[in-house]
């Protein structure tokens, strides 16, 4: 227990295949992915994950079907609804990140209730990405910047990794140790592209709609028999 990441990230994948699989619509699979997501946060909290990002809606998935697109919308307002109260009751903080305003008004408003219901809780904090794009976040830190340096409060020579990190939309929180993917898919998919530089990669072939407690401890144990060197020879880490 004493060597679990302190925060986790997952690409939730495989929701429409495995309504697919299911004869049903991809709408369908969405849903029972919510159970999923429920039941993650769940152990996340009980295994005492510090930090748990998950990657919801991509920019790229505004292209999808518009069906699918409104229904996910309402998904995301219906879900909020019904699930902040016990969020909040568990002592759970929510943070968004990603272009939000590209979100339906409804929407952008009931993550903004959300947000600032939960901001003072001191267990999990569960940070959603939506409508997120990991280069749009860099470009947006990169105009942030520059337009530092152009006002005169940051010299050129002084800009650092740390300057990078600071501008982007997870600036408050430490780069995930273990990045997770669902389905069967070996890619990030413009996930977290700067933070996940050190993380340790898992994919598992199990759809989203099926990921429970048992997955997660796999992927936590499979990370825990890894040896992070961060660069280092495995004697420097022994003797560290």
């Known amino acids: 227990m004493e060597r679990l990441p302190k925060h986790v990230a997952i690409i939730m994948d495989g929701n429409g295949r495995w309504a697919k699989e299911q004869g049903q619509d991809r709408l369908f699979g969405h849903y029972q992915g919510v159970v999923s997501v429920q039941k993650v946060v769940e152990a996340a909290t009980e295994l ?17 079907p518009q069906p699918e697109v409104t229904g996910l919308m309402t998904l995301f307002v219906d879900t909020l609804s019904k699930e902040v ?35 003072q809780n001191t267990g999990l904090t569960l940070i959603i990405a939506l409508s997120y794009s990991s280069r749009w976040e860099l470009v947006e830190a990169t105009k942030n910047i520059a337009e530092k340096v152009q006002n005169g409060q ?46 340790e990669l898992y994919f598992t072939d199990t759809r989203w709609p099926e990921f429970r407690k048992d997955d997660l401890v796999k992927a936590l144990l499979d990370y825990q028999s890894r040896e992070r060197r961060f660069g280092k020879t495995s004697e420097q880490v022994q003797i560290n």
């Open 48 to 64: 005492g994950i510090q930090y748990l990002t998950l990657y919801a809606f991509s920019t790229e998935n505004w292209d999808r």
């Open 85 to 119: 109260p016990d969020l909040h009751k568990n002592k759970i903080k929510l943070h968004f990140i990603g272009n939000l305003d590209m979100l339906p008004k409804e929407a952008k408003m009931a993550l903004d209730e959300a947000s600032a219901l939960t901001a």
């Open 154 to 199: 940051l010299p050129i020579e002084e800009i650092n990794e740390a300057t990078i990190s600071e501008n982007l939309t997870t600036s408050e929180f430490p780069d995930p140790a273990l990045m997770i993917r669902t389905s069967g898919e070996c890619r990030i998919s413009n996930f977290l592209l700067y933070q996940l530089a050190y993380a």
